[in-house]
């Protein structure tokens, strides 16, 4: 069983990594904090709230960062909606938010573990993870690893060169790349792969009920917003793939990688600069020379989208057993 603190701005794709961490039984899910991202604070707590309500999801749920660390706040009203998560119907939250801060919550539950033993899914901006490491310093010695969507070595998604939960809060992703924990970048390179498909969404929609229908009102909502704005095919599952790592390590295939943080770049700003060992590396990355080059980053690569289809299907079965 993989222990894990989902950290997320849910969000339509959030909102399917709750499910798949809730449902998967090689997946412990010890609790879910929220950030700002994809909308405000209020509006990404009730959605997670809510989205436990509706499924009989009993996690500890605690509110985090109201906004970035140093910009100004950016959303995705224009992707997710005035809600945060358009679309679908969800009924009120009707349990009680963990009275600690997200930042508590995170430091509290990795110091009452062994050490090693909980592992971070960062599937927002990282605001809440990078004040919990400055915060709490010895977390990073003692969580597990941290497995994060977000940044992209080809494109990005709100900018050319950046993607948004990096974008949105630059500042804490430079600190979570430089800490000394293990990190594995699920980027868009990645996530750009992991589409709903029309063969993905028969086999959901063949299951029947209310979480099969939930899953499809998410793709079908975002199949107007991003597939208009990316020409992305079809909606893509961004933060179910590190769920989906973290039960199958065969998901997607990885390399090793030293990345920096684009913080100060105007036309680069938020921009996840990865410099692959595979590719030899280069030796420094300009600016400072002295500066170390030390491949100890994990890049998500190639993902095995039937593999990861499969994991989906399995979730909504699940869920769809033990409501009935
Ligand atoms: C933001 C997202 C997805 C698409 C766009 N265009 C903007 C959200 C997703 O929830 C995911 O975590 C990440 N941010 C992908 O950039
Ligand atoms: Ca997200």
Aim: hydrophobic share 45%; charged share 20%.
């Amino acid at each position: 069983m993989e222990k894990i603190i989902l950290d997320c701005d849910p969000g339509h794709d959030d909102a399917i990594a709750i499910l798949l961490a809730a449902a998967n039984p090689k997946i412990d899910l010890l609790g879910i904090t929220t950030v700002s991202g994809n909308h405000n604070v209020d509006n990404t707590t009730r959605n997670a709230l809510s989205v436990c309500t509706a499924y009989g999801i009993k996690v500890p749920v605690a509110k985090g960062s109201p906004g970035p660390l140093l910009i100004d706040q950016v959303l995705a009203v224009e992707i997710h909606g005035e809600t945060g998560l358009d679309g679908p119907e969800l009924p009120p939250a009707s349990f009680e938010l963990d009275r600690r801060h997200a930042v508590d919550f995170i430091i509290d539950t990795v110091m009452a573990h062994e050490p090693k033993t909980v592992t971070l899914v960062p599937v927002g901006p990282y605001t809440n993870i990078a004040l919990a490491a400055r915060k709490e310093p010895r977390i990073v010695e003692r969580v597990k690893r941290v497995v994060a969507m977000g940044g992209s070595f080809s494109r990005g998604n709100i900018t050319p060169a950046a993607e948004f939960n990096v974008y949105a809060d630059p500042e804490a992703a430079d600190v979570v790349f430089r800490a000394g924990w293990d990190v594995t970048m699920v980027g868009l390179d990645l996530t750009h792969q992991a589409l709903a498909t029309p063969d993905l969404q028969d086999r959901v929609r063949a299951l029947g009920g209310s979480i099969s229908r939930f899953i499809l009102d998410i793709w079908e909502f975002i199949a107007t917003t991003h597939g208009g704005l990316l020409q992305i095919e079809y909606p893509a599952i961004h933060d179910a793939c590190c769920v989906a790592a973290l039960i199958d390590p065969e998901v997607f295939s990885t390399e090793k990688a030293d990345i920096r943080v684009e913080i100060a770049g105007h036309w680069t700003k938020g921009m996840t600069v990865c410099n692959f060992e595979k590719m030899g590396g280069m030796r420094h990355f300009g600016g400072t020379a002295s500066e170390q080059v030390n491949f100890r980053h994990t890049v998500a690569m190639k993902l095995d989208h039937t593999k990861f289809c499969d994991l989906i299907v399995d979730a909504v079965e699940r869920l769809t057993r033990q409501k009935a």
